[in-house]
Protein backbone atom coordinates (compact mmCIF):
# COMPACT_ATOMS: atom_id res chain seq x y z
CA UNK A 1 0.00 0.00 0.00
CA UNK A 2 2.57 2.24 0.84
CA UNK A 3 4.70 1.70 -2.68
CA UNK A 4 1.29 2.43 -4.77
CA UNK A 5 0.85 5.68 -2.22
CA UNK A 6 4.31 6.91 -3.37
CA UNK A 7 3.86 6.22 -6.52
CA UNK A 8 0.78 7.91 -6.99
CA UNK A 9 2.23 10.30 -5.33
CA UNK A 10 5.18 10.51 -7.44
CA UNK A 11 2.91 10.64 -10.77
CA UNK A 12 0.65 13.52 -9.73
CA UNK A 13 4.09 15.78 -8.67
CA UNK A 14 5.61 15.08 -12.04
CA UNK A 15 2.46 15.93 -14.39
CA UNK A 16 2.07 18.92 -12.18
CA UNK A 17 5.62 20.29 -13.41
CA UNK A 18 5.31 19.22 -16.82
CA UNK A 19 2.42 21.04 -17.07
CA UNK A 20 3.03 24.31 -15.04
CA UNK A 21 2.95 27.38 -16.87
CA UNK A 22 4.12 30.62 -15.64
CA UNK A 23 1.38 33.86 -15.25
CA UNK A 24 2.95 37.75 -15.33
CA UNK A 25 -0.62 39.29 -14.70
CA UNK A 26 -2.56 40.04 -17.77
CA UNK A 27 0.27 40.19 -20.10
CA UNK A 28 2.22 36.84 -20.66
CA UNK A 29 2.34 33.56 -20.11
CA UNK A 30 5.01 30.83 -20.69
CA UNK A 31 5.25 27.48 -20.88
CA UNK A 32 8.77 27.23 -19.50
CA UNK A 33 11.09 23.91 -20.77
CA UNK A 34 10.05 20.91 -18.18
CA UNK A 35 13.02 20.72 -16.34
CA UNK A 36 12.19 24.60 -15.19
CA UNK A 37 12.07 24.73 -11.72
CA UNK A 38 11.40 27.96 -9.28
CA UNK A 39 14.03 29.63 -7.12
CA UNK A 40 13.56 29.93 -3.67
CA UNK A 41 14.84 33.87 -2.42
CA UNK A 42 17.58 32.33 -0.25
CA UNK A 43 18.83 30.46 -3.31
CA UNK A 44 19.15 33.25 -5.29
CA UNK A 45 20.72 35.75 -3.15
CA UNK A 46 23.41 33.14 -2.58
CA UNK A 47 23.89 31.87 -6.23
CA UNK A 48 24.41 36.02 -6.76
CA UNK A 49 27.14 36.83 -4.34
CA UNK A 50 29.12 33.89 -5.06
CA UNK A 51 28.85 34.07 -8.76
CA UNK A 52 28.22 37.10 -10.01
CA UNK A 53 28.65 39.57 -7.32
CA UNK A 54 26.79 42.92 -7.80
CA UNK A 55 26.70 42.86 -11.21
CA UNK A 56 24.00 45.73 -12.42
CA UNK A 57 21.91 44.28 -15.05
CA UNK A 58 21.36 40.96 -12.67
CA UNK A 59 20.73 43.49 -9.25
CA UNK A 60 18.23 45.41 -11.25
CA UNK A 61 16.34 42.25 -12.38
CA UNK A 62 16.68 41.56 -8.80
CA UNK A 63 15.08 44.31 -7.09
CA UNK A 64 12.36 45.11 -10.15
CA UNK A 65 10.63 41.00 -9.52
CA UNK A 66 13.07 38.54 -7.48
CA UNK A 67 9.36 36.44 -8.12
CA UNK A 68 10.16 34.69 -11.46
CA UNK A 69 13.46 33.61 -10.42
CA UNK A 70 14.11 29.76 -12.11
CA UNK A 71 17.25 27.12 -12.94
CA UNK A 72 18.05 24.28 -15.21
CA UNK A 73 20.77 22.86 -13.36
CA UNK A 74 23.54 25.18 -13.44
CA UNK A 75 21.54 27.75 -15.39
CA UNK A 76 19.66 30.22 -13.47
CA UNK A 77 17.00 32.47 -15.74
CA UNK A 78 15.41 35.78 -14.51
CA UNK A 79 12.23 37.04 -16.13
CA UNK A 80 9.58 39.62 -16.16
CA UNK A 81 7.17 41.12 -18.21
CA UNK A 82 6.17 44.81 -18.66
CA UNK A 83 4.24 47.18 -21.33
CA UNK A 84 5.71 48.87 -23.65
CA UNK A 85 4.89 52.45 -25.51
CA UNK A 86 3.75 50.93 -29.30
CA UNK A 87 7.24 51.59 -31.28
CA UNK A 88 10.28 49.84 -33.26
CA UNK A 89 12.44 49.30 -30.20
CA UNK A 90 13.80 46.21 -30.40
CA UNK A 91 16.43 48.05 -33.07
CA UNK A 92 17.75 50.60 -30.08
CA UNK A 93 17.90 47.79 -27.67
CA UNK A 94 19.93 46.21 -29.80
CA UNK A 95 22.44 49.30 -30.44
CA UNK A 96 22.15 49.85 -26.97
CA UNK A 97 23.03 46.29 -25.94
CA UNK A 98 26.09 46.04 -28.78
CA UNK A 99 27.63 49.24 -26.55
CA UNK A 100 28.02 46.14 -24.42
CA UNK A 101 28.56 43.13 -26.21
CA UNK A 102 27.73 41.10 -29.27
CA UNK A 103 23.76 41.36 -29.73
CA UNK A 104 21.45 40.31 -32.57
CA UNK A 105 17.23 40.64 -33.37
CA UNK A 106 16.04 36.96 -33.94
CA UNK A 107 13.11 35.46 -34.66
CA UNK A 108 11.90 32.35 -33.09
CA UNK A 109 8.01 30.87 -34.15
CA UNK A 110 7.12 34.20 -34.92
CA UNK A 111 8.08 35.82 -32.26
CA UNK A 112 10.80 38.64 -32.42
CA UNK A 113 13.45 39.41 -29.62
CA UNK A 114 16.71 41.26 -28.92
CA UNK A 115 19.83 38.79 -27.57
CA UNK A 116 22.37 40.16 -26.22
CA UNK A 117 25.69 38.61 -24.22
CA UNK A 118 25.94 41.04 -21.32
CA UNK A 119 29.36 39.93 -19.73
CA UNK A 120 32.20 37.00 -19.13
CA UNK A 121 32.94 37.79 -15.57
CA UNK A 122 34.67 35.06 -13.21
CA UNK A 123 34.05 32.38 -15.97
CA UNK A 124 30.29 33.31 -15.89
CA UNK A 125 28.40 34.74 -18.45
CA UNK A 126 25.33 36.38 -18.95
CA UNK A 127 22.73 36.83 -21.49
CA UNK A 128 20.03 39.21 -21.58
CA UNK A 129 16.88 38.99 -23.58
CA UNK A 130 13.75 40.98 -24.57
CA UNK A 131 10.83 39.58 -26.69
CA UNK A 132 8.06 41.69 -28.07
CA UNK A 133 4.38 41.31 -28.73
CA UNK A 134 4.06 42.08 -32.58
CA UNK A 135 2.06 45.43 -31.70
CA UNK A 136 5.32 46.01 -29.78
CA UNK A 137 3.05 46.69 -26.85
CA UNK A 138 4.04 44.32 -24.21
CA UNK A 139 7.39 42.88 -23.38
CA UNK A 140 9.26 39.34 -21.45
CA UNK A 141 12.80 40.53 -20.82
CA UNK A 142 15.26 37.88 -19.18
CA UNK A 143 18.50 37.59 -17.56
CA UNK A 144 20.31 33.98 -18.22
CA UNK A 145 23.32 33.56 -16.43
CA UNK A 146 25.89 30.20 -16.81
CA UNK A 147 29.07 28.97 -16.01
CA UNK A 148 31.24 29.58 -19.09
CA UNK A 149 31.47 25.80 -20.13
CA UNK A 150 27.06 25.75 -20.50
CA UNK A 151 27.37 28.84 -22.86
CA UNK A 152 25.72 26.95 -25.60
CA UNK A 153 23.29 25.40 -23.56
CA UNK A 154 22.32 28.07 -22.07
CA UNK A 155 21.59 30.09 -25.40
CA UNK A 156 19.34 26.78 -26.23
CA UNK A 157 17.29 27.25 -22.67
CA UNK A 158 16.53 31.26 -23.79
CA UNK A 159 15.46 29.22 -27.46
CA UNK A 160 13.03 27.39 -25.50
CA UNK A 161 11.83 30.09 -23.51
CA UNK A 162 11.04 32.43 -26.14
CA UNK A 163 9.42 29.30 -27.99
CA UNK A 164 6.69 29.06 -24.66
CA UNK A 165 5.95 32.71 -24.62
CA UNK A 166 2.40 33.18 -25.26
CA UNK A 167 1.36 37.07 -25.42
CA UNK A 168 -2.92 37.47 -23.83
CA UNK A 169 -2.49 41.04 -26.36
CA UNK A 170 -1.23 40.40 -29.95
Known amino acids: ?11 LFTSFCFGQQ ?5 MASIKPPGRMQKMQQKEVLNMTRQKLGKHPSLQNFLNSNSDYVYKVDDITIFIKTSPRQPSNKLNALKLTMQSIGPASIETV ?21 FCVNSANTIQVAGV ?9 KAKALIY ?3 KGIKFKVQ
Open 109 to 129: DGKRFVLGLDSTKKDVILYRF
Open 22 to 26: IEFSN
Open 160 to 162: DII
Open 144 to 152: VTADIKDKE
Open 1 to 11: MKYYITFLSAM
